[in-house]
């Protein structure tokens, strides 16, 4: 059974400095990886989309790159800034079109 | 505006009284799933759909139903509703080309008491 693990937790850090998040799967017979952002109350948003060919995708200020043999993801945003303070899930998509969450990292970025 | 509409937003309600969760895309979308989220077990798939009339078992089905009769339209039943079945509910669509694998539209989830 896939599971996927994300951490830390949680992460806080001042304005301006870059953040990496951090994603594990066990199983590395994935189709894609996602990450999402995550606000209060809301709903989920897609940020970036790994197919399992690729090894990176890019938009903005952020940056995930995708290693599969060795079953972890890792999310770069570039020059943090108070508004991308919210959690950060990512997810697999594997055999039989299901798709597993991580916990989700909670992140603070201090003004 | 492309979205995805859950409906309630919020609801309170007693153990056994059967209740449905709608849920409506506008953007076409073939791919549609539902989640449940929960402290300390993060997001998990209940049921989902490639197309109309074809619907499959997330990790967590036991004690939801769904139909998808209609492309746009996919949602969850609680036949008997019970306290562990208290949670955040989330409804995803994604299109296009291999559907499932496309980024998923998340709607603003629906906050289930059961007492």
């Known amino acids: 059974k896939q599971e996927v693990t994300q951490i830390p937790a949680a992460l806080s850090v001042p304005e301006g400095e870059n953040l990496v998040l951090n994603c594990s799967f066990t199983d590395s017979a994935i189709y894609n990886l996602q990450w999402f952002r995550q606000d209060p109350g809301k709903g989920l948003t897609s940020l970036l989309l790994?197919?399992?060919?690729?090894r990176e995708q890019t938009s903005g200020r952020l940056n995930a790159s995708l290693d599969k043999s060795s079953g972890r993801s890792t999310l770069y945003i570039a020059a943090s800034q108070p508004g991308d303070s919210a959690t950060y899930l990512c997810?697999?998509?594997?055999?039989?079109?299901?798709?597993?969450f991580g916990g989700g990292t909670r992140v603070l970025v201090k003004p | 505006e492309a979205q995805v509409t859950q409906n309630p937003r919020y609801l309170i309600t007693v153990t056994g009284k059967k209740l449905t969760v709608t849920c409506s895309q506008n953007m076409n979308h073939e791919y549609m799933s539902w989640y449940r989220q929960d402290p300390g077990l993060g997001l998990r798939q209940i049921y989902y759909?490639?197309?109309?009339?074809?619907?499959d078992k997330g990790d967590v089905p036991e004690g939801y139903k769904v139909s998808r009769k209609e492309k746009r339209n996919f949602p969850l039943i609680l036949e008997s509703p019970s306290p562990n079945q208290t949670s955040l509910y989330f409804c995803a669509s994604s299109g296009g080309q291999g559907a499932a694998g496309q980024p998923q539209h998340f709607g603003d989830g629906t906050r289930l008491s059961i007492l």
């Open positions: 790994i197919q399992s060919s690729q």
């Open positions: 997810a697999v998509r594997a055999a039989g079109n299901k798709l597993t």
């Open positions: 759909s490639m197309n109309v009339e074809v619907t």
